[in-house]
């Protein structure tokens, strides 16, 4: 027996001299094949690198990658036209031409504010409503379809949810509106793979790309979009996914920049640095931040199943948007999907009780606008509940331990908050990096409260903003595994 084992080691030891694996597959049998076919004077492959394996590689085809650029341009090009009928909404409804939503929502007067939100209401209702009933059955989930489904997706259906979705938001609703060009993208992707004859494992992978350009696009963070793809939508980074959706998100951003300006989201960030009360804080912060991430979680899961349906849902966003536009009145800060709330707690421009109030009440109108049966995404909504709460819990720890801007403490809780609620650590740190163009000195402490979120909200619960998002199965139809593009 000894004997046997001494010689099966030394033939497998020959074997990868002679440039094969020990398992005797060939390193020609790595898809696409290297032009190189000689391996490295040490016998080793390539392929013993994890992620360069012939594991969805074979999906790469020429056909495939032209498939890629047109769903990057189309992406790019679907963001920018959402993001004209989103700034195009709020300006006639607002009375404003220049500036951010929050300065010409202040500035307009209370009967207008509330007004704006109840034609919204009627006009989501309505719009929602009929769109559900003639396009019943067809698909406009990108998430489900992704993980659940094929991948197909309706392009009328996701083009008429998006429309009316970026409406209401203009108008002021609570919601993210990054659920459309993501919504777009992806079924771009889902267009052009049947049109350029795609397998369904290409397809998927499209999707994906698709999707994450989207968000990409109207945000200009293509590095996150790449990321948010393969972390979140397929959940693998390797390189037969990470590299074509790095290039579509990168022609994404680029392609929209024919309308969408080429500059940070939230300018003028100060470039805050590094401080052993903004590490300590950090560490003690992020169990906090894993712990309201699980419950905002669960609060979004909750309303996404109880949400308003049949005709209930002509009638259900007037009173909820309504209820919205009454507490706008003291709060004009809520309207929108958060953005400017967050610039506010990243300059460290609101006050301690203001962002304290604005913490409790962004979930909760968020989810109200959600449950009433309105379309819409959950990032900036998050990531600005993140923010104040960030900044909130900064300015008490400057009474123990002052010398860091309250704005700083806001950018760390922000990319701890999204990264926990979407479980991807890389994009929420991605995303807030390329956000704001600034928090590089401050990486330390935001790895470390992003990390300790994330773990902290997997271990309780494990469900995202997206997951928890997901329908009920149908009665008498167990879910589907979808086609995994690794195998």
């Not at 040490?42 to 690198?49: D, L, V």
């Not at 004209?84 to 500036?99: D, K, M, T």
């Not at 267009?191 to 004859?197: A, D, E, K, N």
Request: hydrophobic content about 50%.
């Amino acid at each position: 027996m000894q004997y046997g084992t001494y010689i099966r080691t030394v033939a497998r030891r020959l074997g990868a001299v002679r440039g094969r694996r020990p398992d005797g597959a060939s390193e020609r049998a790595r898809l696409p094949q290297p032009l190189l076919k000689r391996r490295m004077p040490s016998g080793r492959g390539a392929m013993e690198q994890p992620n360069i394996t012939s594991h969805g590689a074979g999906i790469l085809t020429p056909r495939f990658w032209a498939m890629v650029v047109l769903t990057g341009v189309a992406a790019g090009l679907l963001g920018a036209l959402m993001m004209v009928i989103l700034f195009n909404v709020q300006y006639a409804a607002f009375g404003y031409h220049a500036g951010s939503l929050e300065h010409g929502v202040k500035h307009a007067p209370a009967a207008r504010r509330v007004g704006s939100l109840l034609i919204a209401g009627a006009f989501g209702g309505v719009a929602w409503f009929l769109l559900r009933r003639y396009t019943r059955g067809e698909s406009s989930e990108i998430d489900e379809a992704l993980w659940s489904g094929d991948g197909r997706l309706s392009f009328r259906r996701s083009l008429g949810t998006s429309v009316i979705s970026e409406v209401v938001i203009g108008m002021g609703a609570s919601i993210g509106r990054e659920a459309a060009p993501k919504l777009l993208g992806g079924a771009a992707g889902s267009v052009l793979s049947g049109w350029g004859g795609l397998s369904a494992r290409q397809r998927r992978l499209l999707v994906a790309c698709g999707g994450g350009a989207g968000l990409a696009a109207v945000y200009n963070v293509p590095l996150a979009g790449a990321l948010f793809t393969a972390e979140i939508l397929i959940g693998d980074i390797t390189l037969p996914v990470i590299l074509p959706a790095i290039a579509c998100s990168w022609i994404a951003t680029a392609t929209a920049w024919v309308y969408l300006p080429n500059r940070a989201v939230y300018p003028g960030i100060p470039d805050y640095r590094f401080t052993w009360s903004l590490m300590t804080w950090a560490l003690l912060a992020g169990p906090v931040i894993g712990l309201v991430s699980a419950g905002y979680i669960r609060l979004i899961g909750w309303v996404s199943h109880h949400r308003v349906r049949g005709t209930r849902a002509l009638f259900a966003p007037v009173v909820a948007f309504g209820i919205l536009g009454v507490i706008g009145i003291w709060y004009p800060e809520l309207f929108g999907n958060g953005l400017d709330m967050a610039r506010d707690a990243f300059l460290g421009l609101s006050g301690f009780g203001l962002m304290l109030t604005l913490f409790a009440l962004k979930p909760l109108v968020t989810s109200m606008c959600l449950g009433s049966g309105a379309s819409g995404g959950l990032f900036t909504p998050t990531l600005s509940t993140g923010a104040v709460l960030g900044g909130a819990l900064g300015i008490a720890w400057n009474l123990a331990w002052p010398g860091t801007p309250s704005g700083a403490f806001a950018m760390v809780c922000a990319a701890a908050m999204i990264g926990a609620a979407m479980q991807a650590p890389l994009s929420g740190l991605a995303l807030v990096l390329e956000l704001t163009h600034s928090g590089f000195a401050m990486m330390v402490p935001m790895m470390a409260a992003t990390a300790i979120a994330t773990l902290v909200a997997f271990y309780i619960d494990g469900y995202s903003i997206y997951s928890a998002r997901l329908p009920a199965y149908q009665e008498g139809s167990p879910p589907s595994a979808p086609a995994d593009i690794r195998t």
